[in-house]
């Protein structure tokens, strides 16, 4: 047998390492390391849903106590409004002012045009007489039907039709 040559180690520089990389290269991860890592994420796989559950019911147990202390101070409001009631004075303040009762013997003058003038939706007074439109209604609802039934169009895109009165 041949016996073999020993051969001379020749010094092998490696390329240079920034910080972050001889770091990671320097941790050692043992078995316990890795089981007690693969507890840690298990339990907070589990509780995770759990938690949520619970902020949840916090939540609304929250906004039953808002609601439970709004109805307590309608409730309170309702006994003030009641106990007002149970006063004579009262009820005669609110027969006189919403039934417009008065005493026998008093006398009630109640002014009926305190100088406003009413006035419709769009600032136009209004008339204290009849006015006869001089539109003809039969061919203005046949056009809509018509329209409504033959268009192609969205319902936001029809415009309605303008038809003239009967004097013009």
């Known amino acids: ?6 051969t001379e180690r020749v010094p092998v520089r490696l390329p240079e390492q920034s910080a972050r990389a001889g770091w990671l290269r320097s941790i050692r991860l043992s078995g316990f390391t890795i089981a007690t890592l693969t507890v840690l994420v298990l339990t907070v796989v589990v509780l995770a849903p759990s938690l949520r559950i ?3 019911q916090q939540q609304q147990i ?3 106590r808002a ?11 309702l006994g003030d409004e009641r106990a007002r009631w149970d006063d004579p004075s009262y009820i005669e303040a609110q027969a006189r002012e919403r039934l417009n009762y008065v005493y026998p013997g008093e006398y009630s003058y109640l002014v ?3 100088g406003q ?7 136009q007074p209004i008339s204290d007489k009849v006015q006869a439109t001089q539109v003809d209604w039969i061919r203005m609802l046949l056009s809509s039907v018509l329209t ?6 969205k319902p936001g895109q029809i415009v309605a039709p303008v038809i003239k009165d009967k004097n013009g």
């Open 54 to 56: 619970f902020v949840q």
């Open 148 to 153: 409504a039934g033959l268009t192609e169009d």
């Open 67 to 77: 609601d439970v202390a709004a109805q307590k101070a309608g409730v309170k409001n």
């Open 117 to 123: 003038t009413v006035t419709t939706d769009d600032g």
């Open 62 to 64: 929250a906004q039953l």
């Open 1 to 6: 047998m041949t016996r073999r040559q020993r």
């Open 112 to 114: 009926i045009d305190d």
